[in-house]
């Protein structure tokens, strides 16, 4: 079965600096990942996802996710931290075949501090 | 289109009470799926369904949740009796078919969700 792991539940950054939230998958096969957003009281809203094409991914907001294979990781980064970024991050993989479904993570808590 | 529709937004209610929760997918999606949040658990799957056959239950916690998917455009996720400890958000999503069954690629579209809160 697949699964990812979220390291660190609350990350802390002030504005500018760099973002990095951390993702770790486990799967038998090469999986999809994704990254999705949720702002206070919404629903969740795709940030980017990876569906073995380039490793780097880019998504929306200056956001992009590096897919390394050898590390089983897929981490987040943004150069530079704006107030809006402040929600938590869902990372989530799911298999490449029909009738998956979509496994999350625990999510981050991004705080951005001016 | 509209996205996916839940309803109701807010459910207050009392233990004991059944609940019934809603929802619309985006037309044409042919997989749905229901998760439950909570600050303890996360985000989890509770159950989804691939044109309108339940593939994977195992998330729902236990005989007291059920869900139904009678047409390709409505779904229900019950709860009877209810109880304090079901009190989370309920979301509901749906995701469009692709060619080839890469429909793990896919990208699921969110419902804005229902907040329940069971006293």
């Known amino acids: 079965a697949q699964s990812v792991t979220q390291l660190g539940s609350h990350v802390s950054v002030s504005e500018g600096a760099l973002v990095l939230l951390r993702c770790n998958y486990s799967?038998?096969?090469?999986?999809?990942l994704f990254w999705y957003v949720q702002y206070p009281n919404q629903g969740l809203q795709l940030l980017l996802k990876y569906t073995s094409a380039a490793t780097l991914v880019k998504g929306i907001n200056g956001f992009e996710a590096e897919f390394k294979k050898s590390e089983t990781s897929f981490h987040l980064t943004k150069p530079s931290a704006h107030m809006s970024d402040a929600a938590e991050y869902f990372c989530a993989v799911s298999l490449n075949q029909a009738g998956t479904a979509l496994i999350f993570g625990k999510g981050t808590t991004l705080s951005v501090s001016s | 289109d509209a996205g996916v529709i839940q309803s109701p937004r807010h459910e207050v209610t009392e233990m004991g009470q059944e609940v019934t929760l809603r929802c619309k997918p985006i037309s044409g999606h042919n997989s749905l799926f229901w998760y439950r949040q909570t600050m303890m658990r996360g985000l989890e799957l509770l159950i989804y369904f691939n044109n309108n056959v339940p593939i994977d239950d195992s998330g729902m916690p236990e005989d007291r949740f059920s869900a139904k998917m009678p047409n390709a455009s409505f779904s229900t996720l019950k709860i009877q009796p209810s109880e304090p400890r079901d009190s989370a958000v309920y979301f509901c999503a749906s995701r469009g078919r692709t060619s080839g069954g890469r429909s793990g690629a896919n990208v699921l579209t969110f419902g804005a969700g229902s907040r329940l809160t069971v006293l």
């Open positions: 799967s038998s096969v090469p999986p999809y």
